[in-house]
Structure formats: structure tokens, C-alpha cells
């Protein structure tokens, strides 16, 4: 038996991947050209290091190398080994990530994962013996240990480069200088920390090996990172996708067009992902078992792995979804960005944009009319540094909370990254977008009051169990106008984009061609653009997506056992909301062009007995290969479309609690004893200081109230403060209320009319 991922084709030819190819058509004339313009593209954007970069990192991790086998051979003195076991003690250096992935760019980090010996513990030897020898290298600067991080690591910098290293220590007395840690074997007896230390390494050679062509595969990826990072998706954090997850996604494509070069990847990539139907997962190579009982993605055993919007699953034992960050606002983001990347790789092949459209940076401040402002700060470099780390891993909890409270009506955009006031010394912001749920009818006077999410929010945060004094956190609303202008480059804002973008000229072209048509028929009506009909047909698929209760519905009904134990934490809004144009946004709406996405289309479950894929696991069926000729793209498009469905047709919104929000249940159950006689605390301290510009801080006493109101009309999000509810001791008289965010949908459309 070979590795599982890779098969035989009929004429002898490896084939990689759990289906067979798209198409195996070579490149075109067109797609050197193009393929030759990207290339100049990324090293003109600076995205490949110079050769004296390289041969520096390359000696710092030569020294690295030498340093743990130093630090082993102390500690094995230390633990009363005799001098024989001591020079042969052991400890290696591997890399992982973009270095070893060959696609990182200058400065960028280097993931090194150091392997140990059983005697050499990751808390005493690792953190302290090791963590006290770096700490006392001339060389070494800006050390900061994480040892209770989700994959402890110690990050330093090494002669300016910056340097991410993780600890696996292994059930061997010596490791061997040439350890194959791609062997399943090498997880024996270890924790779970190691697993997931050793696991960064393990995927990314897996990564290298189930590709055609690696070169193609690097180029592609460079490409994508670009793509992503000025797009504002690039972020495992902030529930976008971090490094790992693009390069499967670039790696699937590869597999599916062999022998494509970097411009036609490119173009399938958007083409691909455009019409994928999430949540069906996206597999390099079957799920294996694998012998060491080791959990794996599976959504019929694993209640959680259900509630996962965007599986994309790591291809080494154990075999994981990489990324399960994601959440319905993250997806609905990157369904947006996939959607325009599609349309303008069309347009370039008929000459009609190029590599600079696609990489046009997102204008993220421009794009909303109401944003979160979380304000960051601490007493010191270090304690910021920290601070921020830990509220920055917890912001996604706000955009859960907040999609939860509201029933998915309110969508958030939280921004990938932070901006330093200088004008205040550590100090830093993060913003987060909010609009509505368009394509839905607004309620008369509905409201969003999102004022005890926050404080719940604020609650779990505070909860860091290195916090000191000086560290804080204050959270406000701020409208588009009112934007802090340090979050700008130069700290300059302009009055209008400095130049027409792609999203502006196709609104354009929207608008005169909406025109014509309403001219040409003589009606009075207006046009629907197609993109407004896609963002509906996007939310409604969406909303079916997370709303259906059927757990793997192709699969034997022994399987479905594990629907009858959900219990609903919440239910659909009853609300009637009406949508109105008015509230788009200015950009050309690029956050409303979602893509098209067809219900999922069925496909016969199979129950892998071979290359050690789990038994039971829905497989794709093969799809014959598409040979490109001049009328292969309807044939294209069918075969993406098998490709792309399945039977992982396995979500029921907000059925489950999701993990990150488990911990607040004792708190709001706290609160909610409280009920209406409690007062909610202030967002914002009063000693803070209020951004220049936006709106002052209204309503020390306002009460909390229910997350979805519908008590005044106001056309815009306004902010409030609030008292902690757990520390008030009597009821207070009830004032007007005044939530955090409350929108009238009704009236949006004259506000519309007077600006931003």
C-alpha cells in the first residue's frame, strides 16, 4: 500500500489527492506571460529575502542547533545520568511554517520546533533551563516565554531574527541526529502538547510531499499571502485563515491542476473556492485512523467538529481542521474576497485589470459606518506586549458573543492587527466593523443592544491570569467620520479615495447598466443588480447552512445518533426586517458581493477500507479528467461543482455553545439572576480619555436590557456606558434606556443621504 493521498492513474502516473485532477492541461502562452508578470510582481513587493538574509538565518539556526545540544547535555548531568548517556544525550532542531515552506518573506519569523530527549521536561528544562541560557546571550533580545499558550512557545530574537520555538519531547532516551518525525510511531506516549508542537512540522513536510510541483506550489502561495494580507483575511486569530490554512487551500489546487503554472492557480484558486460548499472539508488525503487512538476530525463521533463553518484538515496524523477560528461573519468576508478575486482573474483574461487590481488593499476604514473601538494599554513595553497578545487571541470571543446575542443580524469585520497611538505611550487600538445582516427586512424602530455582550467580553478578559495593574481595556463605538486619524497611513486621512478601485468602477457599471435596462423596458422600477441578488442568495444559503438540523444525511442512520442530544441555546430572530439600499456601503459595496452558492449536491458516502482513512467518512468519488480545449469550461465548472459537494452537510445554528464562550456561562447566569434591577457597567473607564472627534460618552446609568429591542428610532449606533452588574447591591431606579448599539433600519435611508 502507498501513502494514503497518493493513488495510481491507469497510464503509471503518481496521482496526489483524494480525487482525480480538474484538468491536466499545460500552460498557455498567455499563462507564461501572465505567470512571468506575477513573479516580477512579488519581487518587486518585496516579498523574497536577499541572499544575505538568507545565509543569516541560516547561521542563527546552526547556532540555535548547537545551543540545545549544550542545554540537553547540562540538563542530563543535572538529572544524575552517567557520563556515557550524557554525550550521547540529543536534542534537534527542526523548522516548519513559511521558512520551511520556502515562502517566507524578509524579517518574517522563523517556527523552529526543538525535540528532547523523555528526561528533559518542557516546564523546569525547557522554560527554565533553556529560557534562563538564551536570557543571559548577548545575542538574544525581546525573550518572552508563553508556556500556557494553547502550543506553548518561547519567542525571542536571535540576532535581529525573530525566532518562535516550540518543545516536543519524545518517549526516546536519544534522539538520533536523523529523527524522522513523519513517522507515526514518534507520537508514542506523548502529551498533548507535544502532539501539537511535533504536528506544525509534520503537516508542513506532508504539504511538500502532496504536491505536483513545488516550485508552482511556493510561487502560488507567495501570491495568495500577498492576496490575503492586503485584502485584511490573513489571520487565524481574528477568525480569517493564518498560514497553514492557505497553504492547504493553494495545495488542494495544485493537486487538482497538475501541471498549471502560478497564473492559471491563481485564476482556479477563486474559481474553486467560489464554488465550494462549505462546510464540506477540504482534504489533501483521506483521514487516517491511524493506531495510536489519537482524536481526529470527525464529525460524526465529535459533537463539536459539527459546528465547523470552514474545514480545512491538516493532512498528518492526527489529522485536524485547521480552522476552526472561523465564524459565520470570518466566512462571510472570505466568501466576499473569493467572490472578487473570480471576477477580476475573468477580467484579466480579457485584458480588462491586472495584478494591481487584484491586489488592491482593502479599505477597511471606509467600508463600514460603525465600529468597535477597543482600546489597548499598559504601564510598560512588556506588559503591553503581553496585554495585547491576550486580548487579541480573545477578540474573537466578541465577534461569537455578538453574532450569538443578535441571532446572526448583526455582522461583525473584526480588522487583522492593531495600531499604536504615539501620541500615547503604550497604547494601541483594535476596530471592528459592524453593519446589519443585509438582504433581510428590517422591523419598524428595531434595535441591536449589545452593551451586556460587551460586558461579558470585557469580564472573560479581565480574567488573564497575568494581568497587572496598569493593564486595561475599554471598549466604545465610533462612527466612520469619526475615526481616529493615526489608524491612517501618515496619520493622514483622506477626504475620498485617492484612486477609483475595482469594487468603486464596478459599482459604476452596475448603477449605468441597472439604467439602461430601466430605460429600455420604460418602467419605473428599479433594477436589481446582480451582485445585491447574489449577497441575498448568499445569506439565504448561509442561513440554511447554520440552520439545518440534518447531521450527515447520506450517511447510514446508525450515524445520526448524535443529533438527538442538542439542545437549542437560542432560536432564530422572529423579527420581519426590511433592508434598505440607503445603508450599503460607499466602497462599492464590496462587502455585500457575496458569491453565488447552490445548495449541496448529494454525493453516495463510501466507507474507506484503504490507506487508512477513518472507516465511515464519506469519500469523493473520482471525477474524470477535464482535458482543456475551447469548449472544456462548462465541463470545468461541472467538475468543480462534484468536486466541491458532499455529504458534510452537518450545522444547526447556534445549537451548541460554542468552546470559547463555555466559560462565560457561570457569569451570565450570574447576570441573568439579576435581571432588570441590575445596572451595567461603563464601557469606558472615567478616567479615559475620549478620542478627538467622536461622540462623548453618554448615560452612566443605563440598564441592561434585552440584546434585540425596539424602543426609539435612531439611524446610527450610538455608545453608552454601563456599571458592572455583578457589583451593584440594590436595584436603582430605572432610567431611559440607552444601549450601546441601536439601530432603526427604517430611518437609515435619510441619514444616507447627509453622509457618513
Known amino acids: 500500500m502507498g501513502s494514503p493521498g497518493l493513488s495510481n492513474r491507469n497510464n503509471g ?6 480525487t482525480e485532477p480538474i484538468s491536466l492541461g499545460g500552460p498557455t502562452e498567455y499563462d507564461v506571460n501572465k505567470t512571468r508578470e506575477l513573479e516580477k510582481y512579488l519581487q518587486d513587493a518585496g516579498l523574497y529575502e536577499s541572499q544575505e538574509e538568507a545565509v543569516s538565518r541560516e547561521e542563527v539556526l546552526g547556532r540555535l542547533d548547537q545551543i540545545v545540544k549544550t542545554w540537553i547535555k547540562s540538563v542530563s548531568r543535572a538529572k544524575g545520568l552517567n557520563e556515557q548517556l550524557v554525550q550521547e544525550a540529543n536534542a534537534k532542531i527542526f523548522t516548519f511554517g513559511s521558512y520551511r515552506l520556502g515562502v517566507h518573506g524578509p524579517g518574517a519569523d522563523i517556527d523552529t520546533l526543538c525535540v528532547g530527549p523523555r528526561h528533559a521536561s518542557r516546564e523546569e528544562d525547557f522554560f527554565g533551563e533553556l529560557g534562563k541560557m538564551l536570557s543571559e546571550m548577548p545575542e538574544v533580545s525581546e525573550l518572552h516565554p508563553v508556556p500556557d499558550a494553547h502550543v506553548p512557545v518561547m519567542k525571542f530574537k536571535f540576532n535581529g531574527v525573530s525566532i518562535d520555538l516550540l518543545y516536543g519531547k519524545l518517549s526516546l532516551w536519544v534522539i538520533p541526529e536523523d529523527l524522522d518525525i513523519s513517522q507515526e510511531s514518534i507520537l508514542q506516549n506523548a502529551d498533548e502538547q507535544t502532539v501539537r508542537s511535533l504536528n506544525g512540522c509534520r503537516v508542513t513536510d506532508r504539504i511538500l510531499r502532496l504536491v505536483p510541483n513545488i516550485q508552482n506550489f511556493r510561487t502560488t502561495l507567495r501570491c495568495m499571502r500577498l492576496w490575503a494580507k492586503r485584502r485584511g483575511v490573513y489571520s487565524n ?17 495544485c493537486q487538482l491542476y497538475p501541471n498549471a503554472l502560478p497564473n492559471m492557480l491563481v485564476s482556479r484558486f477563486f474559481r474553486v473556492y467560489t464554488q465550494w460548499r462549505w462546510p464540506n472539508p477540504v482534504l489533501l488525503c483521506p483521514i487516517e485512523e491511524g493506531s495510536l487512538g489519537l482524536p481526529v476530525w470527525d464529525p460524526r463521533r465529535n459533537p463539536k467538529d459539527r459546528y465547523h463553518l470552514m474545514p480545512i484538515i491538516t493532512p498528518a496524523y492526527p489529522c485536524m481542521n485547521s480552522s476552526y477560528n472561523v465564524s459565520s461573519s470570518t466566512l462571510r468576508i472570505m466568501l466576499d474576497e473569493f467572490q472578487r478575486g473570480n471576477e477580476i482573474c475573468e477580467a484579466m483574461e480579457a485584458n480588462k485589470a491586472d495584478w494591481d487590481t487584484l491586489f488592491e488593499p482593502y479599505l477597511f476604514f471606509e467600508a463600514y459606518k460603525n465600529y468597535l473601538q477597543i482600546d489597548i494599554k499598559a504601564d510598560n513595553a512588556d506588559d503591553l506586549r503581553n496585554w495585547k497578545g491576550w486580548v487579541e487571541s480573545r477578540l474573537r470571543q466578541l465577534t461569537l458573543k455578538i453574532e450569538r446575542h443578535t441571532y446572526g443580524m448583526l455582522q461583525c469585520h473584526p480588522h487583522p492587527g492593531d495600531f499604536p497611538d504615539k501620541s500615547r505611550p503604550f497604547h494601541c487600538c483594535c476596530f471592528m466593523g459592524l453593519q446589519r445582516k443585509q438582504g433581510v427586512p428590517v422591523n419598524e424602530g428595531e434595535q441591536f443592544d449589545i452593551r451586556l455582550t460587551v460586558e461579558e467580553f470585557k469580564h472573560s478578559v479581565n480574567l488573564y491570569t497575568m494581568r497587572k495593574p496598569g493593564m486595561e481595556i475599554h471598549v466604545s463605538h465610533v462612527k466612520r467620520r469619526n475615526i481616529p486619524n493615526f489608524v491612517f ?4 486621512r483622506l477626504s475620498r479615495p485617492s484612486k477609483v478601485t475595482w469594487e468603486s468602477k464596478r459599482s459604476s457599471e452596475l448603477k449605468v447598466s441597472g439604467q439602461s435596462q430601466v430605460d429600455k423596458s420604460h418602467e419605473g422600477k428599479s433594477i436589481e443588480t446582480s451582485d445585491e441578488r447574489k449577497r441575498k442568495r448568499t445569506d439565504d444559503n448561509m442561513n440554511n447552512n447554520l440552520k439545518n438540523s440534518k447531521c450527515f444525511a447520506s450517511l447510514p442512520p446508525s450515524s445520526k445518533e448524535f443529533n438527538d442530544d ?15 439600499n440607503s445603508e450599503a456601503n460607499k466602497i462599492g459595496d464590496q462587502n455585500s458581493e457575496n458569491p453565488e452558492l447552490k445548495s449541496p449536491g448529494e454525493i453516495p458516502s463510501q466507507s474507506s477500507k484503504t490507506d487508512g482513512s477513518v472507516k465511515g467518512i464519506p469519500q469523493i468519488n473520482p471525477m474524470p479528467v477535464i482535458m482543456d480545449t475551447s469548449n472544456s469550461r462548462e465541463a470545468e465548472k461541472l467538475a468543480i461543482e462534484k468536486i466541491t459537494s458532499g455529504s458534510y452537510n452537518s450545522h444547526q445554528a447556534f445549537s451548541e455553545e460554542p468552546d470559547e464562550l463555555e466559560d462565560d456561562f457561570e457569569y451570565k447566569n450570574q447576570v441573568k439572576d439579576y435581571g432588570g434591577n441590575m445596572n451595567c457597567s461603563s464601557l469606558d473607564s472615567s478616567n479615559s480619555k475620549p478620542v478627538e472627534g467622536a461622540e462623548p460618552v453618554i448615560s452612566k446609568e443605563a440598564p441592561c436590557s434585552t ?17 458592572a452588574p455583578l457589583l451593584c447591591g440594590t436595584p436603582a431606579p430605572m432610567p431611559q434606556r440607552k444601549p450601546l448599539i441601536r439601530l432603526n433600519f427604517t430611518s437609515l435611508g435619510k441619514a444616507a443621504d447627509k453622509g457618513s
Open 489 to 492: 497611513p501618515g496619520g493622514v
Open 566 to 580: 442538542r439542545t437549542p441555546a437560542s432560536t432564530a430572530s422572529s423579527c420581519s426586517m426590511k433592508y434598505d
Open 237 to 253: 486569530v481574528a477568525g480569517f485563515l493564518g498560514g497553514i490554512n492557505w497553504a492547504l487551500l493553494v495545495a488542494r489546487i
Open 13 to 18: 502516473q503518481q496521482r496526489l489527492g483524494i
Open 707 to 723: 440584546h434585540l429591542c425596539t424602543n426609539g428610532h435612531l439611524d446610527e449606533l450610538e455608545p453608552a456606558e454601563l456599571t
